[in-house]
């Protein structure tokens, strides 16, 4: 009963704070993927990612039918080696294994970084361009809608969605279905 009652008085004091707070306040939201997804830099990004990711899959592919032509070979010729040759092999096998394994983990990181380093000027100018919109049409707050497929505002008013807003400020024409 007692946490009823704390939560009511809580609710109370936040409904009638806002309330009050309301009037001074401007609250709008955008889509920074969908923004992003609009941009020729997002498309040209994604190219040179995909570029970069397609080169280092032709390495991993090298390293990996290179480790395969050795182990074929090992296969074919174990029974009729010396133990001494035959654990030799069987130990360059293991460390071209573990190469292979080193480079994937790094590969992936060299993705990461390479996505962090292009996508940051994107999402400065995004950035900068939700804020110019903001001022200039009085907003106080801007929500992103939707981070990484979670939505963030649960519900919003289609009239508040200043994505539109900006792309255009950015000289990019929305398409007509947002």
Known sequence: MKNRLLLVMVAFLFFGGFAQAQT????????????????PEAKQVESELQAHNTQLQSQLQAKYQEYQQKLQAYQQGAATKVDAVRSEKETELAQLEQRIQKFQQDAQTSMQKKQGTLMEPLYEKV??????????NGYTHILNGNVGGIDVVLFADVKYDISDLVLKKMGITPPASN
């Open 24 to 39: 001074a306040m401007k609250i709008g939201y955008a889509d920074v993927d969908y923004i992003l997804g609009q941009m």
């Open 127 to 136: 950035g900068t361009n939700i804020e110019a919109v903001a001022k200039e």
